[in-house]
């Protein structure tokens, strides 16, 4: 099977990128990602958090709507399960024929975790997946000269407290 492909949006990110190595057609969608209506509410709400980040470093375009549609539903199922399991007073039931067994909302469990893992580390969401990403976001108080190649002095507050 292999390793999977990098997209090269990622390899830019993480510093890895090589023109001479580039697929000279590779597609390159934009456009912003808009949740898909069947998101329940903790779905959306996972929506909300994570899709402004992963857009702002270009993890997330109109083409990977579906994939992170699946990573924020298996958190939601995998959030309502935990809930479940927590009420319950035991994870253990006993058959007819007496033999002690699992309540199914664990597997159920392990299941949208898994989901939510794959998908979520596809899109950079956990420490492995994004060890290798170096990714610079522009805040609101961005150094204005930072474009001309003039940078903030980080030691300027010191040498001020200094004098």
Same mark, same amino acid.
């Given at each position: ?47 909300? !958090? ?14 990977? !709507? ?98």
């Amino acid at each position: 099977m292999g390793n999977r492909r990098k997209p090269t949006a990622r390899k830019r990110l993480e510093g890895t990128f090589r023109p001479d190595r580039a697929p000279g057609n590779e597609p390159t969608p934009e456009g912003t990602a808009e949740p898909p209506d069947f998101l329940t509410a903790e779905a959306r709400q996972e929506w909300d !958090r994570l899709a402004p980040e992963l857009e702002a470093i270009g993890l997330l375009t109109v083409a990977d !709507r579906g994939i992170f549609a699946g990573y924020c539903q298996a958190w939601a199922d995998y959030l309502r399960l935990t809930v479940q399991l927590n009420d319950m007073a035991s994870w253990v039931w006993e058959s007819e024929k007496g033999y002690r067994q699992a309540v199914p909302e664990l597997a159920m469990r392990k299941e949208a975790w898994t989901r939510a893992v794959q998908a979520g580390s596809r899109l950079g969401l956990d420490p492995t997946a994004r060890s290798g990403l170096h990714v610079e976001l522009r805040s609101k108080d961005e150094n204005p000269f930072a474009k001309h190649g003039k940078h903030k002095n980080p030691f300027a507050e010191i040498e001020r407290l200094g004098r």
